[in-house]
C-alpha cells in the first residue's frame, strides 16, 4: 500500500504557481519522497525526488518540511500541459503507486 | 533521443490467442519492468528483471511471461490472454544501483490492449 495520502484533485489557474501537497507522516529516516506525473494515459514521467533538502529542477520545486512527515510540489508558472495527475511516491524496493492527485489547469 | 518504445500501442484481441507486446529501451539501462493500469486499481508491477537472463514476478504475475535475453529488450507475453487482462501497459526501465533499481525510471508510452 502506498504510504502516502494526498488530496484527490485540484485546480489551479494557468500562470500561477500550482502546489500539491503530499502526507508523508511514517516516512523513515533514509527513505526519499519521489514525484511522478501521468497525463491522460501516457506513461509517467519523472518529476523529481528529495530527502531532506529542498529541491529545484527545471520542471518543478520540491519542498520538505523539517520534520520530513510532508512535501510539497511546486510547479512555479502551471501551464494547460501541466493537467495531469501527480504522484507522490516513497519507493520501498519499487515504485508504489497510490491514487495521485488530478491537477487540472483552468484557463 | 533516450527513450522507451512499446509495440503495438493498440491491440485487440480474442480470449486464447499468444500474443506478446515488445519493449525496448536504447539507454543502456539494466532494470526494466511491466506495468498494468487498471481504473481504481493505480499502477501494478507484473514482472522485473534486474538484467540480461534476470527476471522476478512483481505483484500481479499471474498470467504473464517475460524473458530478457538482452539488455535493451524485454517483452511481455500472454501465452492465453484473457478479458480480465484488458489493461493499460507500461514498459519502464532504469539503472540498477548498488541497492537496486534508481527509482527515477524512464516509461514507454503504454499499450492499451483488449481481450474479447
Known amino acids: 500500500d502506498a504510504k502516502t495520502t494526498q488530496p484527490p484533485s485540484m485546480d489551479c489557474a494557468e500562470g500561477r504557481a500550482a502546489n500539491l501537497p503530499c502526507n508523508h507522516s511514517?516516512?523513515?529516516?533514509?527513505?526519499?519522497v519521489y514525484w511522478y506525473r501521468q497525463i491522460h494515459s501516457q506513461g509517467p514521467q519523472y518529476i523529481i525526488h528529495g530527502l531532506k533538502n529542498n529541491e529545484t529542477n527545471e520542471m518543478a520545486s520540491l519542498i520538505i518540511t523539517e520534520d520530513r512527515k510532508s512535501s510539497t510540489l511546486i510547479l512555479p508558472h502551471a501551464t494547460l500541459r501541466d493537467t495531469a495527475v501527480y504522484y507522490c511516491?516513497?519507493?520501498?524496493?519499487?515504485?508504489?503507486w497510490g491514487a495521485g492527485t488530478k491537477l487540472i489547469i483552468k484557463p | 533521443e533516450a527513450q522507451v518504445t512499446q509495440n503495438p500501442r493498440y491491440l485487440i484481441t480474442v480470449t486464447g490467442k499468444k500474443l506478446t507486446v515488445t519493449c525496448s529501451q536504447n539507454?543502456?539501462?539494466?532494470?526494466m519492468s511491466w506495468y498494468r493500469q487498471d481504473p481504481g486499481l493505480g499502477l501494478r508491477q507484473i514482472y522485473y528483471?534486474?538484467?540480461?537472463?534476470?527476471?522476478d514476478k512483481g505483484d500481479v504475475p499471474e498470467g504473464y511471461k517475460v524473458s530478457r535475453k538482452e539488455k535493451r529488450n524485454f517483452p511481455l507475453i500472454l501465452e492465453s490472454p484473457s478479458p480480465n487482462q484488458t489493461s493499460l501497459y507500461f514498459c519502464?526501465?532504469?539503472?540498477?544501483?548498488?541497492?537496486?533499481?534508481?527509482?527515477?525510471?524512464?516509461f514507454g508510452p503504454g499499450t492499451r490492449l483488449t481481450v474479447t
Open positions: 519502464a526501465s532504469s539503472l540498477l544501483g548498488l541497492s537496486g533499481p534508481s527509482y527515477e525510471q524512464y
Open positions: 511516491i516513497l519507493p520501498n524496493y519499487q515504485l508504489i
Open positions: 528483471s534486474m538484467n540480461v537472463e534476470v527476471t
Open positions: 511514517t516516512i523513515s529516516g533514509n527513505e526519499y
Open positions: 539507454m543502456n539501462h539494466e532494470y
